[in-house]
């Protein structure tokens, strides 16, 4: 079935060839969904015949957003520590223990339903591909059982045995497990492999380690990169060929150079900065320096708490002095690019038909106000949710 969305008062391409300035602005426009793409781009008045209609009503379509960092595998919740952290106390990344006991005494069910109720709550805010890691079983049976129940939600999975080392464990024997029995049983679920390279995790030489073993399996590299502190992740990401070093807060003028002249894409999670009043990424600098930047909810029971992309596009422009152009890219052809993929993120011909229509004039609302349920529309895969 063919549907055409017409009376589009702003239309995001992200392609400048498409449009005006960075995002490809086009105004009074239509698009023609086929088949699950994006078959025609044009004027409103010029918009051919379809088997459905979608009257924009002169509102903004975007591109769906792109949450390229997520933790959505887990059972129970740490309001607790969250509330405790809000009265003074430091976050050192102890807590994801807390969630490790709790998912791996989930049922299959509890995990699933969970995962399913968090992904439903981003498609409403305008989620359209969201990427969903392990990480809380730290044992060979429960990260392999979480990235099979994630495969269920995504293909954009990913396997984080090293998250931290579980309680009692000797770091180098674990190391050796992720490498090895628990890689093997969970690389068939996963894309991607990601370690948290930082204070109290994973260091550099473990890390390597890891990262290696997981691209001889035929994983795709990220990384878990310099959020608590300066670190050799940022560096080890750019020498990998990593898709993307994720977090970014900690950064050296040797990191933002490694960075501006690689590959490797610099996802900022800035929930993870609200939810633990730590200090936010220097987008400003980054951008500046042609690295490009991703941005994503880093969705987690511990540190951010948050589904929503939208938040994080505000959270952006007020806190890492983005403009709300460079924000809403970064959350759409940004994210895209940190997963390495070129048909989403975009609302050019053969794209992936993901889109949403706001409930307002331009993009500049999402971030001009905050809070403010604005997505009226969701387009997924061609289809009106």
């Known amino acids: 079935m063919s549907i055409v969305v017409d009376n589009i008062g702003e239309l995001v391409t992200n392609n400048p060839a498409d449009g005006d300035g960075l995002l490809g602005l086009r105004h009074d426009a239509a698009l023609v969904i086929e088949d699950g793409r994006v078959a025609w781009i044009g004027p409103s008045a010029g918009a051919p015949a379809a088997d459905q209609r979608i009257d924009a009503s002169g509102s903004a379509v975007l591109p769906g957003f792109v949450d390229s960092h997520a933790h959505l595998m887990f059972a129970g919740d740490r309001a607790a520590e969250f509330g405790a952290r809000m009265a003074g106390e430091p976050y050192t990344g102890g807590g994801i223990r807390t969630t490790v006991a709790a998912t791996r005494a989930a049922s299959d069910d509890e995990l699933r339903a969970n995962a399913k109720r968090l992904v439903d709550e981003a498609l409403r805010q305008g989620t359209t591909t969201i990427e969903i890691k392990s990480g809380y079983g730290l044992n060979v049976d429960d990260e392999a059982r979480s990235l099979r129940l994630a495969r269920e939600l995504t293909t954009e999975t990913t396997f984080l045995g090293a998250h931290v080392v579980p309680a009692g464990s000797d770091p ?59 670190g050799p992740g940022v560096q080890l990401a750019v020498e990998l060929d990593a898709a993307s070093a994720d977090h970014c807060t ?84 940004g994210s895209a690019r940190a997963l390495r993929r070129d048909d989403i993120g975009r609302l050019t011909v053969g794209a992936r038909a993901d889109l949403i229509v706001l409930d307002a004039p331009s993009h500049l609302h999402l971030a001009y106000r905050p809070g403010v349920p604005l997505i009226s529309t969701v387009v997924h895969n061609g289809a009106p949710q």
């Open 172 to 230: 180098d024997a674990y190391v050796k497990l992720v490498c090895t029995e628990m890689l093997e049983a969970c690389s068939p679920y996963a894309k991607w492999i990601d370690v948290f390279c930082d204070r109290g995790a994973f260091d550099g030489d473990q890390t390597r380690a890891i990262l290696e073993a997981g691209a001889r399996t035929g994983l795709l590299t990220r990384v878990h990169a310099n959020q608590l502190v300066a």
């Open 250 to 333: 900690h950064l050296s003028d040797a990191d933002i150079t490694a960075l501006s002249g690689s590959n490797t894409v610099a996802t900022l999670l800035p929930g993870a900065e609200f939810s633990t009043r730590s200090p936010y990424p220097d987008a400003r600098r980054l951008i500046d320096s042609g690295v490009t930047v991703a941005l994503a909810t880093d969705c987690n029971p511990g540190s951010s708490y948050t589904s929503s992309m939208p938040f994080c596009i505000a959270l952006a422009v007020r806190d890492m002095r983005m403009t709300p152009a460079e924000a809403v890219h970064a959350a759409t052809a």
